[in-house]
């Protein structure tokens, strides 16, 4: 399937993220390394974690699931195909990386750690960055986005918990890290923090209320907001108000930021007090009304828009849930739970999570944060988002 522009089908829909106040001056060029694409890999012919149909769905159209079981793991050596990366910790936040019609490959943020790495079937994870962080309580390095103009600039962007504040800060291979946004309110819990391109050139930036639901209210706080800027940090042009970064209010401790790949769409998923909930994202707005709900409190963290669905990982929960929706956002049917080892393979706790195109994504696990890990884990997994009949084995 070929997407946009006509280029080839891993090429990244999912892209970048950002803040305001403080913002640095530096130079925004590139070193002269890059990210590279990965080698080519052909899809995995193994017992890869496809999700069920959604209702109305084709069954003759699509292939039925393999039934081959996998070896477990030895070691860092995982069998399962759909694996690209093992022996990371606590896989938080993830950015497809573009190529040209080659393997998927990814940035990696590792939540306790700092550590940036890049991913890609058959090559060993390659640290690019660590950057400095303090993962106490929910924070850390929760945040992990690509620039806009990342073929240009090779800039990427990532939400921080530091001793003092959350932050953004940016990079690129062979530079330090540059500090764009500080003095985003800090607290016990709340840290949590996602970016997210928005397809015009602006970037969204989710940030935790801190443990202060009240903050979330207050105009003006940065905790607890959708933030709406352009790459240097200030409000972006078309914001609700004018001057102002913030775009929506209500947000308690963010899980993840996804879009429809055409952008007439865009999501939030958010641990609430009492139970979490998915929402869409209107300028001005408080988050107010969910579009779903979870009182059992799974955890919700990334998520993609496959265009006819919702797909959220969950880390508590450890599955992901599949929310049909219809063309105008609204709710098509009950979730789905997939992933778990009853409905597809299972990988236990599900963390970060980026879209590649409208038929794939790429999911990180954190199973070293309150799971019960493997010998591979945490592992990058890719999975299909394109509804096919559930089948597969148990977690490993």
């Known amino acids: 399937m070929r997407v946009g ?20 001056q530096f130079d925004d060029r590139a070193a002269n390394q890059t990210f590279e694409p990965a080698p080519e890999l052909t899809a995995p012919a193994g ?17 039925s699931a393999p039934q081959t079981s996998i070896p477990p793991p030895q070691g860092c050596t995982d069998y399962d195909q759909s694996v690209i990366a093992t022996c990371l910790d606590t896989v938080s936040a993830l950015a497809a990386l573009p190529n040209s019609g080659s393997a998927p490959s990814a940035l990696a943020a590792e939540r306790k750690t700092g550590r940036v790495l890049q991913v890609s079937s058959g090559q060993a994870p390659a640290e690019v960055i660590r950057l400095d962080v303090q993962a106490t309580g929910d924070g850390g390095l929760t945040g992990l986005a690509l620039s806009p103009t990342f073929a240009e600039d090779q800039l990427v962007f990532a939400y921080v918990t530091t001793a003092t504040d959350n932050r953004v800060v940016r990079f690129t291979r062979g530079q330090q890290p540059k500090a764009l946004l500080t003095g985003i309110p800090k607290g016990a819990t709340g840290n949590r923090g996602a970016i997210m391109a928005d397809g015009k050139g602006a970037l969204l930036v989710a940030t935790g209320d801190a443990g202060n639901p009240s903050a979330a209210a207050d ?12 790459t240097a940090g200030n409000a972006a ?48 707005a408080s988050l107010a009304v969910p579009t779903w709900t979870w009182p059992d409190k799974p955890a919700l963290a990334g998520c993609a828009d496959s265009g006819s ?33 009853k409905n597809g393979t299972a990988y236990g706790r599900y963390g970060g999570l980026d ?14 944060d309150g799971g019960q890990p493997i010998s591979s884990d945490d592992r990058v997994v890719l999975i299909s988002l394109q509804a096919t009949p559930s089948g597969g084995s148990g977690k490993d």
Request: charged letters at 15%; a negative charge.
């Open 219 to 230: 105009p003006n706080s940065l905790a607890g907001k959708v933030l709406r800027i352009d």
């Open 47 to 63: 017992p890869q974690p496809e999700l069920p149909e959604v209702d109305g769905g084709d069954d003759e159209s699509r292939p």
């Open 5 to 24: 522009n006509g280029k080839a089908p891993w090429l990244l829909v999912a892209a970048c993220g950002l803040l305001l106040t403080g913002c640095a």
């Open 237 to 284: 042009q078309g914001n609700p108000t004018p001057g102002s970064r913030v775009y929506a209010s209500g947000v308690h401790s963010p899980g993840g930021l996804c879009k429809a790949t055409d952008g007439s769409r865009m999501w939030i998923t958010d641990r609430g007090s009492s139970v979490d909930a998915l929402y869409p994202i209107m300028p001005g």
């Open 355 to 368: 879209q590649l195109d409208s038929q794939f994504a790429l999911v990180g696990t954190v199973n070293k």
């Open 309 to 341: 669905a919702v797909v959220i990982a969950t880390s508590v929960g450890a599955n992901v849930q599949e929310l049909p929706i219809t063309l105008d956002g609204s709710v098509g049917g009950k979730p789905k739970t997939l992933m778990d080892g």
